[in-house]
Structures are given as C-alpha cells and as structure tokens.
C-alpha cells in the first residue's frame, strides 16, 4: 500500500504502522533505513554535536587560567616552566576548573612559528589575558615605551607588605607616552628571586612586570608571595 503524497499526517502515519506490522523484523528493517536513512543520519549527527557541547562545556570543561605568565626573551632552562607552573599552581583556588599558564614566546629559529607567537602574544595582550611578563631589560625598555606595562607602584600602593617585600628589587625606567615622560619602577627583578633559586632557572637578567590591562589583582597578589617570599 502505497502513502498518498497529499494525505493528511495522521493518516500517513496510520498507513505506515500498518505497512510495518505486515513485514517480518528483517524486513522492518530494511524498510525503516531505506525511507528514513537521512533522518536517522541526521539524528545520530545532532545527538553527537549534543553530546560533545554537553561534555564539553557542562561535564568537562576546558580549564580557566587562574592566572597567565608570558616569558619572553632568553630560552627557559628545559622543563623550568614546566616546574614554576606546578609551584605556582598551588595557589589555585579550583585546581579541577583552573591553572596557571606560562607560555614561552622566546624566539624559536622558525620565521612562522615566531609569526604565530607574535600575533599570538599579540591576541591575548590586547585582550587583557596576559597578567605577568617575564622578560630582560632590553625586552623590557620595548614594553615600557609600548604603554602595555603597568607601574609596580599603581599595583601594590595599597599592599605595603607586598610593596616592602619587592621594594629593594624595583627597577625604575623614564619613559615617554606620546609627548609626556614618566618615571616610574616598572618591574621587578628575579635576580636571586627565592623562588627561582630553588627551581634553578636562570634569572641574572629577567624581569618580572604587570600587565596595564589585567584585572587579575587578587592572583597576582598571592603569585608574588610565592616568587618573592
């Protein structure tokens, strides 16, 4: 019996029912995914999307920076961001929901993967990702006269203890924004910085400075306890 094109829904379904009690299971089958393999395609294609966005945004989703360090400048020593991560990490507050993340943007001898480091960096700085650079003097003179780094003084004015403990490591740069000159003590120096010592990572020259853009105060604040206390 074939189903009239114009015949109203129910009377299409009624039709259909009827059609499958008279076949045996094999033939029901075959039946069904002749008629109806696109909608049953499209189902299973539906039901997997559904299933990833669940698992992905509801089940497991992708950790949330607590906090993020942009090294640029001399290589890290091999495994030495992997170490300051882990230490770091401990002052996540969800270690299951957040991390710490240091990536480095130091030159890696490829002309396109430091193309994509740059626009990468470039990407999260605008966007008010990156809370700390670690980077040298001569790397920090360029951040300094780009107007992306925040005075020490502007962060800690209202935490004297924190301002205390990293006051004897400030390094106070003049500057120029537009047509005006400022000085200021920009960065910190991790010459020595305990932290640092005990991870051996080599810190004779680097420089630890904050972010303009970055409203991660409270993170930042607990990071310099742990790299300077």
């Given at each position: 019996?074939?189903?009239?094109?114009?015949?109203?829904?129910?009377?299409?379904?009624?039709?259909?029912?009827?059609?499958?009690?008279?076949?045996?299971?094999?033939?029901?089958?075959?039946?069904?995914?002749?008629?109806?393999?696109?909608?049953?395609l499209g189902l299973i294609?539906?039901?997997?999307?559904?299933?990833?966005?669940?698992?992905?945004?509801?089940?497991?989703p992708p950790l949330q920076d607590y906090l993020y360090v942009a090294w640029i400048g001399n290589d890290p020593p091999p495994g030495g961001l992997g170490r300051l991560g882990d230490r770091l990490s401990r002052i996540v507050i969800n270690p299951e929901r957040q991390q710490v993340s240091i990536t480095s943007y130091s030159n890696t001898g490829h002309t396109m993967a430091n193309r994509n480091l740059?626009?990468?960096?470039?990407?999260?700085?605008?966007?008010?990702?990156?809370?700390?650079?670690?980077?040298?003097?001569?790397?920090?003179d360029e951040l300094v006269n780009s107007g992306f780094i925040r005075p020490i003084s502007a962060f800690l004015e209202d935490v004297p203890e924190l301002y205390n403990l990293v006051a004897p490591r400030l390094l106070t740069i003049t500057y120029i924004i537009g047509e005006q000159e400022f000085t200021h003590p920009m960065a910190?120096?991790?010459?020595?910085?305990?932290?640092?010592?005990?991870?051996?990572?080599?810190?004779?020259?680097?420089?630890?400075?904050?972010?303009?853009?970055?409203?991660?105060?409270y993170a930042m604040m607990k990071a310099i306890r742990v790299l300077f206390g």
């Open positions: 019996m074939e189903t009239p094109v114009n015949a109203p829904f129910k009377e299409k379904v009624r039709i259909e029912i009827a059609k499958l009690r008279e076949m045996t299971f094999k033939k029901k089958v075959e039946y069904i995914w002749e008629y109806y393999k696109l909608q049953i294609f539906a039901a997997l999307i559904a299933s990833t966005y669940i698992n992905t945004w509801f089940i497991n740059s626009a990468q960096f470039s990407a999260k700085l605008q966007a008010g990702d990156i809370d700390f650079i670690i980077t040298t003097r001569e790397g920090m910190i120096s991790l010459n020595f910085a305990p932290l640092f010592l005990e991870l051996e990572l080599g810190s004779d020259d680097l420089y630890l400075t904050i972010v303009y853009n970055t409203d991660n105060i």
